[in-house]
């Protein structure tokens, strides 16, 4: 295990809701710590609660001309306006603004993203890379302090691709996934179960900055390699749909030869990989237009040393 590392100190601490205009929990969450900023209070910062995408909050859909939390690259930030540009390229250069600039020392210090999905991730964490230091300690923390459920981290990040979420403008980042929650529907168990989440979160921020050594420890970690498409006929219309015995496994082991899809005529079509796998996001409905019918996850073991402030 590597030796104690030391970070600086966290000031700067923005909470963003609503990237996506039709899940729930975040935008009613941060609508709420709009009102009331005290929840966001602890005794060394304060964190900002921003609304991401306003329009598409308004009018209940994911996005208005593109996904928001695709377009957090150096293509996009650094881009020309133009008239016809979609409205989440304009709002990502405003938030970049604001919480950025991405990869810059005036950056916030760090940035959660609050998501919901309909699919049965339950409450999922989900970093870019794991070496990261302050996250993956973050993530433990939870782990260990939050007792309203399990909390698998997901990495999400390929090697050498550029991240492209709301969060990378950031220092550093975390995202909370929670569900299944239909689109456009608010559970209270689950806006509970995210507020309970964040308030965890800053607890950790505020223990680093007043100088907590946190030690070093072992964890499991999911790690993002690849997502399946649904099977389509050559018109581009599917003809399957998601396995029943598949259907809301998330983070179960897929096994090679273990059914993944059932053609509208009732045939089985199979997994061929070589090895096991653990599927997430089954199903997502936000996932069809980008044609995935699940994200392929290996399963990994991490070590992580111990961290303090400096």
């Known amino acids: ?33 709009l009102r009331e900023p005290s929840a966001l209070q ?12 306003p329009l598409a909050i308004e009018r209940c859909v ?14 996009f930030l650094n881009s020309k ?32 993203e609050l998501h919901n999905t309909t699919a049965n991730v339950g409450a999922c964490l989900i970093a870019s890379v794991q070496d990261n230091l302050l ?9 260990t ?3 309203l459920g399990h909390y698998p981290i997901l990495l999400y990040n390929l090697p050498d691709q550029e991240a492209y979420s709301i969060s990378s403008v950031a220092k550093h980042g975390l995202a909370f996934e929670l569900g299944p929650q239909p689109q456009g529907v608010l559970r209270a168990d689950l806006l509970t179960q995210m507020g309970a989440l964040v308030a965890c979160a800053l607890d950790f921020i505020d223990l680093f900055n007043k100088g907590t050594t946190f030690p070093a420890f072992e964890t499991e970690a999911y790690r993002f390699i690849g997502s399946v498409d649904y099977p389509r006929h050559p018109d581009g219309e599917l003809c399957a749909s998601v396995h029943s015995k598949l259907q809301d496994k998330d983070f179960l082991p897929l096994r090679p030869g273990d059914p993944i899809f059932q053609t509208f005529s009732g045939e089985e079509i199979l997994y061929q990989g070589h090895a096991t796998i653990y599927p997430v996001f ?17 399963k990994c073991s991490l070590s992580i040393p111990a961290l303090q402030r400096e």
């Open 1 to 33: 295990m590597a030796a104690l590392q030391r970070l600086q100190p966290v000031s700067h601490v923005a909470v963003s809701g609503g990237t996506h205009g039709n899940e729930m929990s975040g935008i009613y969450l941060v609508k709420h710590w």
């Open 282 to 298: 089954i199903n997502e409905a936000a996932y069809y237009e980008k044609k995935i019918a699940f994200n392929k996850t290996e």
């Open 81 to 112: 306006a133009t008239q016809d540009e979609p409205y989440e390229v304009q709002r990502a250069r405003k938030i970049n603004q604001l919480y950025g600039p991405k990869g810059s020392a005036q950056a916030f210090d760090f940035l959660f």
């Open 42 to 53: 602890r005794d060394s910062f304060s964190a900002t609660p921003f609304l991401a995408n």
């Open 145 to 147: 302090h939050c007792t």
């Open 135 to 143: 996250p993956m300690h973050m993530c433990h923390f939870i782990q």
């Open 62 to 75: 994911r996005y208005v001309g593109r996904d928001l939390n695709r377009t957090f690259t150096k293509q």
